[in-house]
Nanobody, 118 residues
C-alpha cells in the first residue's frame, strides 16, 4: 500500500513563496510519476505540475515560470491570490509522460491548504 503525505502549506502574502513537500511511504518501486493538483472552493481539481521517472516536467500555463516541481516537492514563487487552494500530491507507478490528467494517478495525499492573502 502506497501512502502520500503533504506538508508545507500555510499562508503567504502576494508575491511571496512557499515550498510543499510530498513524502511517499510503502512500496516505492521504480517508475514513479509524481504530480501536484489543487482545488479551490467551488472549482474542479486541476493539475499544477508533474514530473516523471526520468525528470521530465510539465506545468499548467497559470504557474509556468513561477512554480518548480522536483522529486520531493513543489517550490511556489511569486504567488497570487489565485493560487489559494487545497494542494494534493499524487503518484502513479509506470513510465510515461508527466501528465496533468488526474485520472492517470492512483495514489493521493490528504491535501494541504495554501492561502495567499494580504
Amino acid at each position: 500500500q502506497v501512502q502520500l503525505r503533504e506538508s508545507g502549506g500555510g499562508s503567504v502574502q502576494p508575491g511571496g513563496s512557499l515550498r510543499l513537500s510530498c513524502s511517499v511511504f510503502g512500496n516505492t518501486g521504480s517508475g514513479i510519476r509524481l504530480a501536484w493538483f489543487r482545488q479551490a472552493p467551488g472549482k474542479e481539481r486541476e493539475g499544477v505540475a508533474a514530473i516523471n521517472d526520468w525528470g521530465a516536467t510539465n506545468y499548467a500555463d497559470s504557474v509556468k515560470g513561477r512554480f518548480i516541481i522536483s522529486r520531493d516537492g513543489l517550490q511556489m514563487n511569486r504567488m497570487t491570490p489565485e493560487d489559494t487552494a487545497m494542494y494534493f500530491c499524487a503518484a502513479n507507478y509506470g513510465y510515461g509522460s508527466p501528465t496533468l490528467t488526474k485520472n492517470a494517478y492512483n495514489y493521493w495525499g490528504q491535501g494541504t491548504q495554501v492561502t495567499v492573502s494580504s
